[in-house]
């Protein structure tokens, strides 16, 4: 059956911006902040790496008892036992990922656009990352999206939303009383020498 | 049911070698010269195009009849509704891929050492690719491997065997007579101004 997931505080993993720590015990810092899921996205490793790598980072999404999410590669789910897939507009397309993995997992769908949002809900997906919200060095060539385009993306579909893009302790407040049901983040968490602490702040600035 | 496979001419693609002509163009004219499957390798593009590449390619190969695989990523194989994945020793392993695609599915295994070989038998595979025989310009990283060993593989596994990596009409006949199935080929057919005659050539020369 699908999971019912909390989408507050979704953390996305991005290796290039961690110090010293390993990456599993970056997660598990964050988890134990507050995060209430974590996707794992690997762009620049081999399938096999990405494979244990998802192995390792599952240990301790089971053991927290939040859910696992996959970025792109649907195998790489599939092979896991991951909660599902995340899913850009430059991946496979959800109608495709449904298919392939069933009713049973999370499919997540980047979205920067209303159109985008009403084509994903349209295709199955279960919940949207709308963003970039903010300029944000992860991903330099992203989309920006106004919070007006964020509150029609909000009355345009009834999926839950999840905002993502440069997203940090100092706006995260402003995503209260929106109506979207949680914030990604990447930097604001993974960049800071205090994990936990910065994962805590951001549960503590915003409220779906 | 699994399908049975001629792998007398294995082409596997590489967009860097190809000259003018599309891919779509190349491999229908490799398959027209003889070639007996396909294998898509896409290592530098979006899921995505991956997909649509995919999809593309697999109209011509159900045209000529003919298996197409995919190269490592067993989600695009899923997608498309492919013959089955190739993989290296650095892709996800033979049991995962296994697992994941069913008994229907053919999982080719790419092996340097008798020792691979004889792991990739016991843990599902149908056939080896085994290289790179000669120096390759292809995977300048590629171990090689001899012909001793390419026939001490012979002599310990039962499954069919490919042999690639530098394999050109040069070369091609010193493989008659050593019990493999098949020779894989990149650069000898996809790199020549006439694909079709590179690879009428290279059936010519080779008899498994």
Redesign the interface.
């Known amino acids: 059956m699908k999971r019912r997931i909390d989408y507050t505080l979704y953390l996305c993993t991005d290796r290039s911006l961690m110090s010293t720590d390993t990456l599993e015990e970056a997660v598990e810092q964050a988890v134990k902040g507050g995060c209430t899921l974590v996707q794992l996205r690997e762009k620049d490793c081999?399938?096999?790496?990405f494979?244990h790598t998802a192995l390792r980072i599952k240990k301790i999404t089971d053991r927290y008892k939040i859910p696992l999410m996959i970025n792109?590669?649907?195998?790489?789910a599939?092979?896991v036992g991951a909660d599902g897939v995340h899913?850009g507009?430059?991946?496979?397309?959800c109608t495709?990922l449904r298919?392939?993995l069933g009713d049973d997992k999370v499919i997540g769908i980047s979205a920067s656009t209303v159109e985008e949002a009403v084509q994903a809900q349209r295709d199955g997906a279960d919940y949207l990352g709308v963003g970039a919200m903010f300029p944000t060095g992860t991903k330099s060539d992203a989309e920006q999206v106004s919070m007006e385009t964020l509150k029609a993306v909000r009355g345009a579909v009834s999926i839950p939303i999840v905002a993502i893009g440069g997203i940090g302790p100092q706006n995260a407040a402003q995503f209260c009383g929106t109506g979207i049901d949680g914030l990604a983040v990447i930097s604001a968490i993974l960049s800071k020498p205090d994990i936990t602490a910065a994962a805590r702040e951001l549960r503590a600035a915003f409220h779906p």
């Open positions: 081999s399938s096999l790496d494979y792109d590669r649907a195998d790489i599939l092979a899913a507009q430059s991946d496979l397309p495709v298919a392939m």
